[in-house]
């Protein structure tokens, strides 16, 4: 039994490693990649002998600095020019580490992670099925697998349904996702010009969703059958009806991320020092939340836009809700969820409010935020000039 | 078997689905076994193996 485990933590290390070194073209990049993952590993050693806020705060600034660069945010040219960007190094995996990465100093700073095998953590942020777009898995819950590996399919059926989720995830990625990525970027002429645009507006969301949703079920059940619990990632989020309610239904793994570790920690420190502000800045707190969930999608300018529209969204509906609370009470708020055709007509606004958010996540977006934003600058130095 | 598509969080159309596969395995192993030449004949079609395989012929 215990051979029998040994060969299947081997099994998913070499092939972690395999699909690490064919991604990773040169030396540099796995060594860098090595210093990234092993940094956290050796504070979580620290953290766990002795724990300090202190060194947690500098380590995760340091660590949101390196990720920074490493990630080329272009708006570092703001305050280095070319100097933090002129590097050419482009790590696997690296958005979804760092976020693994802090929870894990996080977690073993706060005592919820007791044991820290080391084998068990470069599996954890390296295996193959989440490294490369998550979903973001929680330590505990791979620690607790890895001790087994016991496939997840209880009997044959079980099993079966495995297998036809993983060729779902397949269909949905390779046919579904491709074909309305191509619908959306080369529409009938006869479509008109109108058309056209509107074939772009609603199908690129719909690539998008295919496309990381069908990716989610494939790692989901292909881990489950190595005996990895990865958690789900989607629940029909284009029936969300608000922006709050999107976020829950909506790569599930990293609001949940951001609402323990951003969210969460915001609202309590505001609250402990100013708490006659906390009901107030509780928007702010859900705007800066996902506003930096925004941000974290990708490195250009309209990832910014990006991350503002869905931060105001967010806030907008938490200030809604309020709203309602403050004239009607809770039974007023209740009365107003239950009521259906406001129910269907939210939903058909957040979606297309989603729709609109996404238009920032169309390859080439940045070009049209920067043109913009040039425009912007140039109007406002006219009417200051004139 | 219904309720127990419902019980593990399933609901509707996904827990009509499971219970009909449960109860007739042999249908869901030769449908799944169809989906997946469907899928690996769909994906040829994608890529240049089909071009090859198709000049080859």
Known sequence: MLGSLWLKRAFITLGGAAFLWVQSPELIHVVTLALFVLSGYGVALLLARRPSTGLLAAYIIALTAAFVILKRYEFLNLVGGDTFLAHALDLIGLSFIFFRQIHYVVDVKQGEIKQLPLWGYLNYQLNPFT??????????????DWQTLTPKPADAHELRMTYLRILIGVVKVAFIADFCFWFATTPPEAAGALGQRLILFYFFPLYVYFNFAGYCDIVIAA???FGIRVPENFDRPYLARNMIDFWTRWHRTLSFWIRDYVFTPLYMAIARVKPQWSGNLAFVCYFVALFLAGVWHGATWNFV??????GAGVAAAKLWENIIVARAGRKGL???????PIRWLAAFATIHFVCVTQVFLRPGSE????????ALLDLVARVGGG | MFVEAKEQGKGG????FDARARSRPALFTAGLVLLAAAVTIGLLFKTDAAIILYQGF
């Open chain 1, 334 to 340: 209740r009365t107003y969820l239950a009521n259906k």
């Open chain 1, 223 to 225: 881990a489950s059958l």
């Open chain 1, 131 to 144: 490294l490369l777009a998550g979903p973001i898995q929680r330590y505990q819950r791979f620690h607790e």
């Open chain 1, 367 to 374: 070009d049209n935020v920067v043109a913009a934003w040039r």
């Open chain 2, 13 to 16: 159309l996904a827990a009509w």
């Open chain 1, 305 to 310: 836009v990006f991350g503002v529209l869905n």
